[in-house]
């Protein structure tokens, strides 16, 4: 469960990669509460561009994942973002070496 941003009773649904961070928030698919609903599943494979439309391409080496994927590319550029800004991470970030950040 991940409070999300929105106020309306359901869920949201969002298959993904098990070496991946579940961006739900972005990519999941809302369900309703008190409905019925029908899932399709369907897979799709993501090749990047090269520089200098992209900089998160196969040969540039992830510090917290192991393969490339745009999730992975996200949450890698996450964490490297708010350690740079906070000296420490959110609990959900990868990076278990760096510091979680206080609630406070």
């Not at 994942?65 to 609990?91: I, L, M, P, W």
């Amino acid at each position: 469960y991940t409070k999300g941003p929105h106020n309306a009773a359901g869920l949201k649904l969002l298959l993904h990669g098990q070496d991946e961070i579940p961006q739900v928030e972005n990519f999941g698919d809302a369900i309703p509460a008190g409905m019925h609903v029908f899932v399709a599943v369907d897979v799709s494979k993501e090749i990047n561009l090269p520089p200098p439309h992209g900089d998160c391409v196969k040969g540039k080496t992830l510090r917290y994942f192991d393969r490339h994927s745009q999730a992975a590319c996200y949450g890698e550029y996450r964490t490297k973002f708010a350690f740079e800004k906070c000296v420490c991470r959110n609990y959900i970030m990868p990076g278990f070496n760096l510091g979680e950040c206080s609630s406070v």
